[in-house]
């Protein structure tokens, strides 16, 4: 069994900053790839930024030079600071990780349940 926690979410005005965190627990053996998604009712869950296991970073486009992700292997946490926020940013934030349980041998992806990130005045 392997949860996500997402936490951070919240209310913020625009150019303001938030800071997202996910905690991976359970039967975990290894976490590859980490990242975070976001989606606005009535579209679909589009990818903001990943961080591999060995820290490189891929954003998307609209994100750049304003959200940093990263991560911390010793404690299955990834973090998404975001900042110079825009109210086009507002969305419901998901974890999601590919991770190695102990048992069985293999890679399944999994998702946090997701934290509203709201940008307004």
């Known amino acids: 069994q392997v949860q996500l926690v997402e936490s951070g979410g919240g209310l913020v005005q625009p150019g303001g900053s938030l800071r997202l965190s996910c905690a991976a627990s359970?039967?975990?053996?290894?976490?590859?790839?980490m990242r975070w998604y976001r989606q606005v009712p009535g579209k679909q869950r589009d990818v903001v930024a990943s961080?591999?296991?060995?820290?490189?970073?891929n954003y998307t486009e609209s994100v750049k030079g304003r959200f940093t992700i990263s991560r911390d292997n010793a404690k299955n946490t990834v973090s998404l600071q975001m900042n110079s926020l825009k109210p086009e940013d507002t969305a419901v934030y998901y974890c999601?990780?590919?991770?190695?349980?102990?048992?069985?041998?293999?890679?399944?992806?999994?998702w946090g349940r997701g934290t509203q990130v709201t940008v307004s005045s």
């Open positions: 999601n990780a590919d991770i190695a349980p102990y048992a069985p041998n293999a890679v399944f992806n999994f």
């Open positions: 359970g039967n975990i053996n290894r976490i590859n790839t």
């Open positions: 961080i591999t296991s060995g820290f490189s970073t």
